[in-house]
């Protein structure tokens, strides 16, 4: 279908749009969301104001957003054994056990940290304000050239959030995998399982998403809305 849209209308919820911006990526297709989801981070054109705002975006009035994606592929001694995109994160996790994980983390073959914890999550400025946020990262601004990587759950304090440049490699090992607990998550839809000495190598894909908002598009008033910060101050 990319080979044959110039624009994808996305109707549901933002895991409707994570799929999408994934199937699309190499085909270049500005992708427009309607949210009948529950948040709506992505999909930001409400039902109520959709015939208004696709009339504007079809007669070009909008604002458009380049996002990056992020692939991962999994190595398995001397073999890439399989490969997945992400537009929010790759989460490598625990998840049958309820006992921690040892991960080590490369950035351009130079060894980092040794982590402890329930798992480490990648994300893009679009995943900060998903699973990324809950686990205690910051916000990044969608339009920043970065990633952030966050711990969930680390057994160590002193294991924090780190924002790294976007052109960097990373490579998380997995360290021991004894009772086979430990998983790869790309969007929160794409799982794979792991075992002890895996390498998860991911980067920023080539491509980017394009996304397509409304003309009166504004990403601080987007986060005020979505996330229940203050209202807008009283005086004008």
């Known amino acids: 279908i990319g080979r044959r849209c110039d624009l994808a209308i996305v109707v549901g919820g933002d895991g409707t749009l994570l799929n999408a911006a994934r199937v699309l990526a190499d085909h270049d297709v500005p992708l427009a969301g309607i949210n009948l989801g ?50 929010n994160d790759v989460v490598v996790h625990k998840w049958n056990v309820g006992r921690m994980i040892r991960l080590e983390t490369y950035i351009n073959d130079v060894f980092v940290s040794r982590l402890r914890a329930d798992g480490l999550i990648i994300a893009t400025p679009t995943g900060s304000t998903a699973y990324a946020l809950s686990a205690g990262g910051p916000i990044l601004h969608p339009q920043l050239q970065a990633l952030v990587l966050v711990p969930i759950c680390p057994h160590s304090m002193n294991n924090r959030p780190i924002v790294i440049e976007d052109n960097n490699v990373i490579d998380i090992v997995v360290c021991d995998n004894a009772h086979d607990n430990t998983q790869i998550t790309c969007d ?8 002890a000495g895996d390498r998860i190598r991911i980067s920023k894909k080539d491509r980017p998403v394009r996304l397509i908002h409304p003309a009166q598009h504004n990403h601080y008033e987007l986060l005020r809305a979505k996330l229940h910060w203050a209202e807008n101050p009283l005086r004008s």
Do not use: C, N, W
């Not at 999994?74 to 537009?87: L, N, V």
């Not at 929160?188 to 075992?195: H, R, V, Y």
């Open 38 to 87: 529950h948040l709506g981070f992505l999909t930001d054109i409400s039902p109520d104001s959709m015939h208004q705002h696709m009339d504007e975006i079809l007669s070009g009035r909008y604002v458009m957003e380049k996002r990056s994606l992020l692939k991962a592929g999994i190595h398995r001694g001397d073999k890439q054994i399989s490969h997945s995109e992400a537009f």
């Open 188 to 195: 929160g839809q794409i799982a794979f399982s792991l075992k």
